[in-house]
């Protein structure tokens, strides 16, 4: 066990990079010499998660030598996204995922327990994890809870009663459920409990359950035959699910617990009630083997307030701050005491008016050693660069607030007239059509409520309140209404190319120049949205979706329609899409184009697999293309009927399918684009990288091609492709030179480098299928109120069907990620999230994902994406780099750009670009290397950035608010842990006493590796 706990320990560690090594060496020596708690508070997206994993092996391996037999860890996250994102990086031994949301509560956690330790001991495994998240593991409500808990409840006590009794109980545990799937429930439970029945479970636990009050009052009246009903029958329920959620927490008894983002938890640490009580019986054990304590955030407090802030939310951050120091210090009051003493020194003079910068300089850093003595780390960017410029660009977007935002605000006005009320000005320059997208808000409701009102939103000459169905129906042009939606339009669709017709984002390693659409793309990048409200993304899903679809399937509908009215039937490839017209276009296709259609994407073929290597450096497309059409054409002897029949000859085997594909008079040209480009020759390519066995890679090239010609059939595919190639007739065939003149291979290359950064390329086939599940992603539908809707819903107001009777619109182009209640079911569920996460992070659609604050701490959208896009400003500067980091991360689009960019060498791979890359920055910087540059920025001016855009009409308050917003990221951190934070910030932006260089000392350096260094 020692020698398998020193491969994973150097394993895990030997993944970090210089400055993480040098905090997974601080946490340890901190454990090592007594103290039970520390913070990582490193700046977003540096890695938090993976220093946790070699803290995690290393805790492991101390407490194995301390003489622990079983080694737990219990990691917290905020909600099921985040852990679904981190528990896989965070894993140190293959183990069981809890896929169902409910097995999360704590109430069912003493069966998972007792199955993890028996797998540990059947498997000889040392480390056992454990996800939990407050909201379902902690949360005790006043009610019955979910099914699965019951049924596993009423398995439970059915051991401490007669057998007679089991049938009354599985009953009242029913609780209106279905009788088969409650069945189904319970014997699924019960299996599993006697499975792992012995060595004390559940035994133990009964016997604490038997000597419960509750246990007394159920037992009592169950021999009574008076099993409550109601009210009684749930508080009954709530009682067992908090007796049992007691003693799962009981039962981990964690040696290391990890706590993720845990400022949106902070009850859990310091409060009060049944969450906190709950928090207590795992969290502090005994006085002598209570367990480590890794805390993780980029803001373990709220790290700068604005007085506003502070008044009209009554939070005090002061105080925030010194509970997360006096958590640290549990144990020890007398150290906390000092550290007060030493900070309440410097705090002083910070708010002195006149200070000494001699003297302050001496007090901050007698306050920064106090702090990093308290077992807090944080590295930031800042620290390793000279100034956010070096990596990031911010254009100037200055909009004129046109025709459209002039006329929707006074109809809007007017509207609102009656009401005496004022329209938020914010609101129309924030989206169009607004009595479309608004839903929820009360404003609407309001409108909806009052007769007048109702009356006038109801006018058929309303123009710029409602959306124009009609003319999406007849794919016609969205009015210029909006500034913002007009400025974003311009950078997708209008300055630097069409990007409706892009199926992938263009490779940043192209093996050669990409042509057709993508061929000035090469700057392309997704884009992610950030807004204070809630209507916003949804309505950038629904118009950035539909103005996509309108310039390529509704291009071609047109097309087509013109083509019928002229009689002329071009083969052009468009019959394919099979389009119902009908009083007008239709929206959808009435058709899609058939899979089996799309054989020769299958086809998984060896010869044409080795008939192209990337050379490493972007050639001309067609010398390229030349050295391998004469590679297949003087292999291509013999008489021939079918691409099959060829393809199966030049692979050395005899085709006897019955699918056949006529060989065309070009069929050179035809296997020169499979050769470059099939999705089954390419994944073939891609997956020899990754795997040996032969069977193995037959299998992922298979699925992976078979998701592709899946994707390719949907109708946005089909619009996409049909609209480039008009000289090629069939579909298949266009869809292949598509493929090769977007660089599918290097695409795919690139994808699967980022999947195996957070996947590990160990498990290859891990990443496959989340490729596969990523080309299934289907889109949401939003249902858009519009005019008719609303005016039958007013008119006949107890006609429950007309209240649902909404223009339905899809997104695929760009996607909404927040707490929608205007989606589709499949919407709405938590799975989609990760889904919608996951599809982002890929090279495929959506290019654009608009957020609320949902999206805004501890997911990684940085893959492909180095825009965001502030659709509304925050208040607070914090808040501005919380939604930066979601794009600034490891290996992030920007910098792989920038490396490819900056390179003067030829590397094949990906991992040859970055192991250059690390070889050249470490022999630069003469031993302090920090590998900071060039896995999350350069060292120097940064060729590729990452772009803030921050879309202001002009004249308007938002102006001086934003330059007021980046006064203050150069100067919060001066206030970190301070009272009146506003105070001294503006009091530092006023005074011309202090230069930059001054300024950068002032700042609190709790970066172990800068402490390794001496700095």
Same mark, same amino acid.
Request: hydrophobic share 35%; net charge neutral.
């Given at each position: ?189 019960? =299996?599993? $409990?006697? *499975?792992?029945?012995? #060595? &004390?479970?559940? !035994? +133990?636990?009964? %016997? ?113 701050? =010194?509970? $997360?120091? *006096?958590?640290?210090? #549990? &144990?020890?009051? !007398? +150290?906390?005491? %000092? ?677």
């Amino acid at each position: 066990m020692e020698k398998t706990l020193d491969n994973i320990c150097a394993g895990a560690y030997g993944k970090l990079k210089n400055f993480q090594k040098a905090t997974v060496d601080r946490i340890c020596e901190l454990f090592k010499s007594g103290q039970r708690r520390v913070l990582v508070a490193d700046e977003v997206g540096l890695g938090k998660t993976i220093i946790a994993r070699s803290v995690t092996a290393e805790t492991a391996r101390m407490r194995f030598h301390e003489g622990d037999d079983l080694f737990k860890v219990v990691y917290v996250c905020s909600n099921q996204t985040v852990s679904r994102q981190n528990i896989r990086k965070l894993q140190l031994v293959e183990q069981k995922q809890v896929g169902n949301l409910c097995e999360m509560r704590l109430s069912m956690q003493h069966l998972r327990i007792a199955e993890d330790e028996a797998a540990a001991l059947e498997k000889k495994q040392f480390i056992q994890m454990l996800a939990l998240t407050p909201g379902t593991s902690f949360q005790l409500t006043e009610s019955a809870g979910c099914m699965e808990e019951r049924a596993l409840t009423a398995v439970m006590l059915q051991r401490l009663v007669e057998e007679k009794f089991h049938g009354e109980i599985s009953e009242f545990f029913r609780y209106g459920v279905g009788e088969t799937g409650w069945n189904n429930s319970v014997e699924y439970y019960r =299996k599993r $409990v006697d *499975k792992v029945s012995g #060595s &004390g479970y559940p !035994e +133990r636990l009964l %016997d604490k359950v038997a000597k419960t009050d509750i246990f007394s009052d159920f037992q009592r009246c169950l021999t009574d035959n008076a099993l409550p009903a109601g009210s009684g029958q749930r508080r009954m329920l709530t009682e067992f699910r908090k007796h049992f959620a007691a003693f799962s927490a009981e039962s981990l008894a964690p040696d290391l617990v990890i706590m993720d983002e845990f400022q949106r938890f902070r009850t859990l640490l310091s409060g009060e009630g049944d969450m906190a009580e709950l928090a207590k019986r795992f969290l502090q054990g005994d006085a002598e083997n209570s367990p480590r304590v890794l805390l993780l955030s980029a803001t373990p407090f709220k790290l700068y307030s604005t007085l506003e802030e502070a008044e009209a939310s009554g939070e005090d951050q002061y105080r925030e701050f =010194k509970d $997360v120091v *006096k958590f640290l210090h #549990s &144990g020890s009051s !007398e +150290r906390f005491e %000092d550290f007060q003493t030493v900070w309440g020194s410097y705090s002083a003079l910070l708010h002195a008016p006149e200070k000494s910068a001699g003297t302050l300089l001496e007090s901050k850093n007698n306050a920064e050693k106090a702090l990093y003595d308290s077992g807090i780390c944080r590295t930031e960017r800042i620290g390793f660069i000279s100034g956010d410029k070096d990596f990031l660009h911010e254009p100037e977007m200055l909009l004129d607030a046109g025709y459209g935002d002039i006329c929707s605000f006074l109809e809007m006005s007017a509207i609102l007239a009656p009401l005496s009320e004022n329209l938020p000005v914010d609101y129309v320059k924030s989206a169009p059509f607004l009595l479309s997208f608004m839903e929820h808000y009360q404003l609407k409701e309001n409108i909806t409520k009052n007769p007048e009102c109702a009356r006038l939103a109801r006018n058929k000459k309303l123009q710029w309140s409602w959306l124009d169905t009609g003319n999406i129906s007849r794919y016609g042009e969205i009015p210029r209404c909006n500034a913002k939606l007009d400025a974003l339009f311009d950078i997708l669709f209008r300055e630097n190319g069409d990007s409706s017709k892009l199926l992938w984002v263009p490779p940043s390693k192209p093996d050669y120049e990409l042509q057709g659409v993508f061929k000035n793309q090469q700057d392309f990048s997704k884009i992610l949205i950030f807004s204070a409200w809630e209507m916003v993304p949804r309505m950038i899903a629904v118009l950035t979706s539909y103005e996509a679809e309108r310039r390529s399937i509704g291009t071609l509908i047109k097309a087509q329609i013109a083509n019928k009215k002229r009689k002329k039937r071009k083969k052009s490839g468009i019959a394919a899409l099979s389009y119902n017209v009908k009083h007008g276009v239709e929206r959808y296709p009435g058709k899609r184009v058939a899979a089996g259609k799309l054989n020769l994407l299958l086809w998984d073929s060896k010869f044409l697999a080795a008939c192209f290597t990337p050379s490493g450096t972007c050639e001309d497309y067609s010398v390229c293309r030349q050295r391998v059409f004469e590679n297949i054409s003087q292999h291509c002897n013999g008489q021939y009927s079918s691409f099959e029949e060829l393809l199966s000859a030049l692979d050395g085997a005899v085709y006897n399918g019955e699918n056949r594909t006529p060989l065309s008079e070009d069929f050179p040209d035809i296997l020169t684009d499979m050769a470059l480009a099939s999705p089954a020759v390419c994944a073939r390519r891609t997956l020899q990288k990754y795997a040996s066995d032969e069977k193995e890679i037959s299998q992922g090239v298979f699925a992976l091609a078979a998701a592709f010609a899946a994707r390719f059939c949907r109708p946005e595919s089909v619009g996409a492709v049909c609209s480039t190639n008009h000289d090629i007739d069939r579909y298949q065939f266009k869809l292949l030179r598509y493929c090769a003149e977007g660089g599918f291979q290097a695409m795919l290359d690139e994808y699967f480098f980022v999947l195996q950064a957070d996947i590990g390329a160990e498990n290859w086939q891990t990443m496959v299928e989340t490729a596969v599940s990523v080309l299934k992603f289907t889109t949401a539908v939003y249902d858009v109120d519009t005019r008719t809707a609303f005016a039958s819903r007013i008119e006949n107001p107890a006609d429950k069907s007309r209240h649902e009777n909404k223009f339905s619109m899809r997104s695929h182009f760009a996607a909404s990620f927040n707490r929608d209640k205007g989606s589709s079911a499949d919407a709405k569920s938590g799975n989609r999230k990760e889904s919608l996460r996951t599809a982002f992070n890929s090279p495929f659609y959506p290019f654009v994902l608009a957020s609320t604050s949902v999206g805004q701490e501890g997911l990684d959208f940085h893959t492909y994406c180095r825009k965001i896009m502030h659709w509304n400003l925050p208040a607070n500067p914090v808040e501005l780099e919380q939604r930066e980091g979601r794009i600034n991360r490891f290996q992030c689009f920007a910098i792989r750009r920038s490396l490819v960019a900056a390179a003067d060498k030829t590397c094949r791979s990906w991992k040859e670009l970055f192991d250059y890359a690390d070889e050249r920055e470490a022999a630069a910087c003469c031993g302090d290397y920090s590998q900071m540059s060039p896995f999350w920025c350069m060292r120097e001016n940064q060729p590729v950035k990452i772009e803030r855009l921050v879309p202001l009409i002009k004249y308007s308050s938002s102006i001086a608010a934003f330059s007021r917003l980046k006064k203050l990221l150069t100067h919060y951190r001066l206030t970190l842990g301070q009272q009146r934070q506003q105070d001294i910030a503006e009091a530092f932006i006023g005074s011309d006493r202090f230069d930059a260089e001054f300024y950068r000392k002032l700042f609190l350096q709790l970066s172990p590796y800068k402490k390794q260094k001496g700095f």
